[in-house]
């Protein structure tokens, strides 16, 4: 019988690609989402991709007696926590709302699995936790700090997972540090989509390209890198959710406990993006040089090292293939 996989937040950006990935790899699936950043034709979308029903739960999960309900409707054998708050920005505004909503909901999901008998749990970190990191790439073992409510989230529930697996062996945890996830699936059907303005580099310059913004503000001429813009490593969404495919699988067959960056290893500057996404969206995309983001550092690129020693997992898609799989998505999306 094929092995059972809850995935929170399972609706969104990173959690639909890895839905399609985990139903390839011969599990079955059960979402719980609560849709407050995700669309509800992504469902409908992920039957068309996948040729097969997806069981989903629409709920939060601080709703406890919603996840026991899941619980006993399903043998979840493993769960893959995506269900967060995320834009760093925002965390500053309403840091109870992260807390409550990352670290009490991790909580929440916890004493479920606890109460079912469920141990497997692969947990959504970022290269966040690494604050303002003085060694590139960056390797695991690199001293965790914070620099926003967001990422004192993330590592408030690093350290939670480490004290709980501290107190019991059965428990088996997967903390993925992201990096910069870019691209979207290949059916062009699912990528990402904020509705509001984007923070982030990537589904900015979508947005330039598609025009709905008129020219991407390059926060930052002037750092210590080639050519003076920021530095990050960017990770196609497919490679990313392969990666959870692998985290999951590992903890299943040896129940034993794994923290990975996930990424590929390569930095790429803003202007290397921007330059990229033009060849791919065949037009030339307007920017100016702004002033520095508050928060932002220089570089981060990750140490990939660990997680295809531990996972056998190793980036296998480039800048052209995030770049055109995201113009094929948002040019698609607006024609539609
Ligand atoms: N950038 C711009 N203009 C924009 C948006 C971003 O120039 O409009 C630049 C940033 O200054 C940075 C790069 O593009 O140099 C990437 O910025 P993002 O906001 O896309 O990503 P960050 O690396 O700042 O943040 C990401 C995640 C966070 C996570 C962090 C961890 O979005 O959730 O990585 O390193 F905390």
Known sequence: MSQKVLLTGGAGFIGSHTYIELIKAGFDVVILDNFS?????????????TASPVTCYKGDVLDGALLDQIFAEHKIDAAIHFAALKAVGESADIPLEYMNTNIA?????????DRAGTSALVFSSSATVYGQPDQLPVPENAPRSYTSPYGFTKLACEQSLEQVAASDSKWAFGILRYFNPAGAHDSALIGEDPSDIPNNLMPYIAKVATGELAELAVFGGDYDTPDGTGVRDYIHVMDLARGHVLSVKALLETGQCHTVNLGTGIGYSVLDMLHAYARAAEKPLPHRIAPRRLG??????ADPTQAR?????????GLDEMCASSWNWVSRRKNT
């Open 105 to 113: 909901g991790l909580y929440s999901l916890l004493r479920a699995m």
């Open 309 to 317: 020693d531990l996972l056998g997992f190793t980036a296998e898609l």
């Open 296 to 301: 932002d550092v220089a570089s981060v690129y």
């Open 37 to 49: 950043n995700a669309r509800p034709d992504v469902i409908d979308r992920l039957e068309v991709i």
